[in-house]
């Protein structure tokens, strides 16, 4: 089986093709900690997340080192596209936390084959458009929503994007500290603190600090934050 092919944005690849993509590309057993690439680098490269168990943080620091992360990536995923796409350079730093296998595609290959497979261009035009919706959604969010509204909304995207069942509830797959949690808003982690807290006290949700771990124990009423009418 092609390693390409658990890949979302090359969906309805014929294996051959993804043969020849993975020929011309370079894989990497990426531990956790190690820095794919800054802010500011040559955007001269599309990373593909093919196994493993983790994700890729895509973030930026400011000037006073307060933290923001823009989204996480992990098995079936792309990221770095944009960048080759337009020629650029990179807008935010990508660091792996867990251990993924990634496929490293050169531009100039998935530039090649963007230019010859009208299907990537289908397939991308569904990611980048399902990206831009979640960014207007944060961005309507940060306008009109409490910080509690925001950060209920983003740990039930986490997980329903990747979260698991246990005995004690759906718990959020690898590891967020609550410095974690309040890069996801921008916010401050003693703010985030405050709001784990009260839905820990509530029985809501089971935060172990130690592990990093996040289990939302009464999703009912968990989701009831974030859109009450609707429920």
Known sequence: MPALSGVAVFAGFEHAEL??????????????????????????????????????????????SKGLMIEMFGVGDIFGEIGVIEGGTRTADAVVEGHLRLLRISGSTFMQVLSTNPLLGTNLCGLLAARLRRTFAMFRDATFETLEVRLARQVLYLAERDGRRTEQGLRLAGRFRQGDLADLLGATTRSIITILNAWRATGMVIYDATRAQLTICREEEFRQLVSPAEH
Do not use: K, P, T
């Not at 057993?29 to 001269?44: H, I, K, P, S």
């Not at 093919?50 to 930026?60: L, T, W, Y």
């Open 19 to 64: 043969e020849r993509i993975a020929a011309s590309s370079r894989m990497i057993e990426a531990r956790d900690g190690m820095r794919l690439f800054a802010e500011g680098d040559a955007a001269d490269a599309v990373y593909a997340v093919v196994g493993g168990s983790g994700h890729v943080r895509i973030g930026a620091l400011d000037r006073n």
